[in-house]
């Protein structure tokens, strides 16, 4: 399985919300929250469920994908 940040800035501009938004969500600052996004850092599980929790999806359905033959 990747990452795949795609899905979350989708959401994230689908919901027009800033990061600072986001990062309230999930109680981080906000520059904490840009390098998470970026792939700096990484989103705990938990960050990760309440994000996927706030945007109705699974954790699985908001950071990952999978290749399908």
């Known amino acids: 399985m990747n990452l795949k940040f795609n899905k979350l800035r989708g959401k994230i501009a689908e919901n027009n919300l800033t990061h600072k ?10 520059n904490t929250f840009s390098r998470k996004i ?3 850092n990484s989103f705990t599980l938990k960050e990760a469920g309440r994000l996927a929790e ?5 954790v699985g359905g908001l950071f990952f994908y999978s290749n399908v033959a």
């Open 21 to 30: 938004e986001v990062a309230g969500i999930i109680d981080v600052a906000p």
């Open 38 to 40: 970026n792939g700096v």
């Open 54 to 58: 706030f945007f109705n999806t699974t």
